[in-house]
């Protein structure tokens, strides 16, 4: 049994930040390349920045550059999103994900392990 359990969502003002953590349990993830989504009510979810196995590589959608930065420990199989500069816009619920190869991608099907989900809110 696999399970990603995310972390540290909450309220925040405009221009604050928050730190989210995503910790693995069931298997080790260091071959996995493991994304952060994000949904906001009506939306599609959407890939918001994705790491590789190694965690040589890093991808972030254009909205999100410079602002956020995902990061893991693979000897503790967290994956964490730190984000800045928080937007109303950022509102959503921020889920992990990882996909059993190490490579990033960036559309949620290609995902196999799913948490349940955080919910980030960015006040005005």
């Known amino acids: 049994q696999v399970h990603l359990v995310e972390s540290g969502g909450g309220l925040v003002q405009a221009g604050g930040s928050l730190r989210l953590s995503c910790a693995a349990s069931?298997?080790?993830?260091?071959?996995?390349?493991m994304g952060w989504f994000r949904q906001a009510p009506g939306q599609e979810r959407e890939f918001v920045a994705g790491?590789?196995?190694?965690?040589?590589?890093?991808l972030y959608t254009d909205s999100v550059k410079g602002r956020f930065t995902i990061s893991r420990d693979n000897t503790k199989n967290p994956v964490y999103l730190q984000m800045n500069s928080l937007k109303p816009e950022d509102t959503a619920v921020y889920y992990c994900?990882?996909?059993?190869?190490?490579?990033?991608?960036?559309?949620?099907?290609?995902?196999?392990?799913w948490g349940q989900g955080t919910q980030v809110t960015v006040s005005s």
């Open positions: 790491i590789s196995g190694s965690g040589s590589y890093t």
């Open positions: 069931g298997r080790t993830f260091s071959t996995y390349a």
């Open positions: 994900a990882a996909r059993s190869s190490p490579v990033i991608r960036t559309t949620p099907h290609e995902y196999v392990y």
